[in-house]
DNA sequence: CAAGTATAAATTGTATACAGCACAGTATTC
DNA sequence: GAATACTGTGCTGTATACAATTTATACTTG
């Protein structure tokens, strides 16, 4: 199956977004960020409306693409929206996963954690990822991946720049991680539901801060933007 | 505000596909459509991309782009996503919306329900949403709403179907969304979160035939569908 | 000097052209 | 007659051109 341009540049854009390495609410230039990718405005502009759709970008009529805002408030709901999806997944999970997935999922997550006793921030979110969305997939609901995955991609950047500032490395599942998995094991809906609700709340906590963090980061020295002509 | 065309052609498409004026798994035609829409492919495809980030429709790459299917699983895969997002906000709902907020919303549902006794199914189901989005918008999380707004779009069709063979008009709130008022102004978080869960639950019940009859409904005689060559 | 206005430059919005791919329908061969 | 190769038609993918709109710049005026 070959992947279109539309498809690759829809990737590219995507990270590019998700990094924040079009400023928050910066405009984007469609010549200039065409003539970088290689491509023309074309399938640049179909890819961007994907990622309106979204809430990676925002458009307005007349006035072009813009990179989505960055606030306390906005990553506060993202948050909460990752318990809304994330509470009720374990539950179906409960219900729904096999013996063998679940096994294989603890099996998978242990040894992701033990191979990584070096642990750069890159790779801790990763492992964390891993057990929500891994958590997730076993509700078997693919509308719940579906949104889970794009809350964790628009959120990814202000957590990452949190564990780079604050969290310490360690060489085993997290706790907090191994009671959603042992309540899972046991079938236990509601200790399991009520297990993830109060990570989640734990790592919403730090939210804001990590905000002003990724802030004081973004505007900074400057590494190339692509929000201004190109000259 | 001057809406582009894109913004149009993708409202109109948005209604399109919701009510299945595509058929199920349908190739959609680029030339025959914009012809019919009054554009060119350009923005129409700008709007099909959007769609298709919104799960309206499909692409497959050379091929173009398709309706998305209709399918028992993936009917109840949104159902189960409405309990996880309606079912979180209900809860924050009952922490942050003001005594106004909630009066206002009480008020405005009984106002829509005494004003229409004779209740066509286009109407009782727009007061159920008027309920449901209500409840969401008390949680003021905007990721919440956005994604039950797309949740509902998307369901419209099978509840309406559903309502239009099944359901009986009624000139008062029902007792279900009742529940789940009095909870709210009660502020009792728990028992409107079950309220809530329960009653989605009992719709969700419905669905599987509800999707059956749909398809009977699609393919019968046939009024006009732009899924093949305008001759 | 500030504010507003006119003019020029740059950028977006959309139509169109054309290359390349997918698919159907036809002919050919065993 | 069935299977396969071939050819033609139509559709998608993308670049480009140009009109319309917005933004920046320079100038004027109080």
Known sequence: MKQSNVDRVYTQLRGLAANFEFKPD???????????????????????????????????????????????????NLYEARVAIEVEAVRLACKRASDENLKALIDDLERQASNSQAAEPETRLEQDEAFHMGVVRLSQNTELIRVLENLNERIRYVRLIYL??????????????????????????????QAMRAHIGRQREDAAEAVRIAYSQLY???AGDFTEGTK
């Open 26 to 76: 910066a405009r984007i230039n469609e010549s200039a960020l065409s003539a970088q990718l290689g491509t023309s405005r074309t399938p640049l502009r179909e890819a961007m409306n994907r990622l309106v759709a979204e809430g990676f970008l925002t458009f307005q009529s007349g006035r072009g693409f813009f990179c989505r805002s960055l606030s306390p408030s906005k990553v506060l």
């Open 164 to 193: 780079k500032n604050r969290s310490q490395p360690t060489a085993m599942i997290p706790p907090a991680h191994r009671k959603v998995l042992d309540a899972l094991v046991a079938r236990d809906a509601e200790t399991a539901a």
């Open 220 to 222: 900074v020295p400057n």
